[in-house]
């Protein structure tokens, strides 16, 4: 039954609304834990519980207006990612990364495109659909390693892809999105194409920026408390003003920690930032179960479970081929795959941005297969994720550094 039923005021529903998310969150976690899945897992499935086509308990205006916890979500982590974009750590290793990433970005964009054409889908929609295959949401695969506390090279290998995956998708999409207007006829649209771009390209410098004035707004003399509300103060007007230029906060907020980071930042702000965020996570996991459009999930039909199944084997072959061009370990190799199953965040935003370019019932077509698989692969991608670290020796690492210490 809908809160809004109850008679209750709009503050009242709203406050009560994020608490009955909050528990869902947590409740959900005890039974989930008990089959030793993430906490991720139990946050999304809450959410579905408690949505519009299960319990229906949250009414639609407020999952509405909760939009803005995706991009604060998205913030803090990515500000948090960058504290492995250390220059000092990628010396000898960011080549190797890049490498990685394009191998099982591209990879995973060719499958996509070439399983549509063969189901008889229009050059157009083949080629933006695999460009928005090539994200990865970094989000839960970032949120069970630190449940876990994994650590060691596999994970900041993992880290690292991840956070440039997003960027690869960006300038595949841009560029597949010029070819299919030049194929149609039409010129080449700044509006659709190039501003997206060039407001990233603002954000991620505007991110560097912030990342420095950063450096100087909390110096070890500040409290802890002063610095934690002066970094939150920045993060979040930084995402303001993504948001504001209708681009994902992502990447600006990643260059912001790594400017940060590379500065001589103090290491101790990230662990603040990473103790202050539990609720906000759980918010952002949650909500995403309750948006999960079930009808949806029919509408997609052969189409989305093709896109579904061929873009995790397009990140699994691009992977391990990558990994082992580099010279990477056989268990980065093998495993690193599992951990770039999600996707979500940007791949949104983006199927938006096809749905504008294609005709109606094609450009629906690919929203709808974007929205309903990006739930679907973070409902299994934390447990694929959990698997990759655990074979991976990651959990092994994590136990060593424990007895070091």
Known sequence: MLLSGWGLGHNAEI????????????????????????DVTAYITAGIVIGP?????????????????TDVALAFIAFGTGQYFRLDALRGRAGKVAVITLFESLLAAAAVTLTMLALGFSLSFSLLLGAIGCATAPASTMMTIRQYKAR?????TVLQVVALDDAVSLIA???CAAVCGAMEGGAFSFELVGRPVLYNIVGVALGALGGWALKWLVPERRSRDNRLILAIAVILALTGICSGMGVSPLLACMAMGTAYANTGGNAELFRQIYHFTPPIMTLFFVLSGLRLEVPALRAAGLA?????????????????????????????????????????????????????????????????????????????GPACAKLGLQLAGAFAAQEEAKKEE
Do not use: C
């Open 152 to 156: 060691g090279e596999f994970v900041d």
């Open 15 to 38: 406050i009560i609304s994020i608490a009955v998310i909050l528990l869902a969150g947590f409740l959900m976690t005890r039974l989930t834990k008990k089959i030793k899945l993430p």
């Open 53 to 69: 086509y299960a319990l229906n308990l949250i009414p639609q205006e407020i999952i509405t207006g909760l939009d803005f916890v």
């Open 304 to 380: 989305g479970i093709a896109y579904f199944a061929v873009r995790v084997l397009g990140k699994f072959a691009g992977a391990a081929l990558g990994a082992r061009i580099t010279g990477e370990p056989p268990r980065t190799q093998r495993f690193l795959g599992l951990t770039l199953v999600p996707q979500a965040g940007v791949s949104i935003g983006l199927a938006a941005l096809g749905q504008r370019m294609l005709p109606d019932t094609i450009g629906t077509l690919l929203n709808v297969i974007i929205l309903s698989s990006a739930v679907l692969y973070e409902m299994i």
């Open 173 to 175: 999409f841009s560029i």
